[in-house]
Structure formats: C-alpha cells, structure tokens
C-alpha cells in the first residue's frame, strides 16, 4: 500500500516557475515507478512525466525542456520542477505510483488527492 500526498501548487504568471512535491508513505516506494499527471477542466486525465525506481525520466513532448522531475528514495519523495509555466499548463496535477514504467493513468494502482496548478496570462 502507497500512500500519495501532493504539495506546491498554486498561482503564477507565464514564464515563471512553481515545484511540485509528492511525499508517499509505505515502505515498497523505491520499487515503484512514479508518474504525474494533469488534467485540465472538460479534458482527460494526461501523462506529464514518470521516472522509474533507478531515475531514467520520461516526458510528454508538450513539457520537454522545460519540466524536470526526480525522486529520492531515502526520503520517499517525488519532485516535479516546472519552468516557462504557459497558460495551457493550468490544470490539475496529480502524483501516481505504478510497478512498471507507463504513460497510461489505467497502469497505475496508487493516485494522490492532486495540487491546482493556474497559469495567469
């Protein structure tokens, strides 16, 4: 059982920067991969990123160059680094752990409550 807590939402301008955090609980946390996800109102539920439980990261092509996420093990965490924030980025993001490496939201057993991230043009 994994627990998710998301952290770090909130309101910022265009081109500026905001860091998601997701604290999980369980001792099976390294063994899982973990992924973001957003979703914005009237649409479904999109990948963003994942990284697996050694660090190889993978990335929406809408978010590459300008989203980071990472994860450290010892503290049972997850980060996400977003900068150049646009508009289409509002949404809200949620962390999600699965035991394999997927873009796809049906693959993963664990989900946090989810952070509003809006964008102001």
């Known amino acids: 059982q994994v627990q998710l807590v998301e952290s770090g939402g909130g309101l910022v301008q265009a081109g500026g920067s905001l860091r998601l955090s997701c604290a999980a609980s369980g001792r099976t946390f390294r063994t899982y991969a973990m992924g973001w996800f957003r979703q914005a109102p009237g649409k479904e539920r999109e990948f963003v990123a994942s990284i697996s439980w050694s660090g190889s990261a993978y990335y929406t092509d809408s978010v590459k160059g300008r989203f980071t996420i990472s994860r450290n093990n010892a503290k049972n965490t997850v980060l996400l680094q977003m900068n150049s924030l646009k508009p289409e980025d509002t949404a809200i993001y949620y962390c999600?752990?699965?035991?394999?490496?997927?873009?796809?939201?049906?693959?993963?057993?664990?989900w946090g409550q989810g952070t509003q991230v809006t964008v102001s043009s």
């Open positions: 999600a752990a699965t035991p394999v490496v997927t873009t796809s939201p049906a693959m993963y057993d664990y």
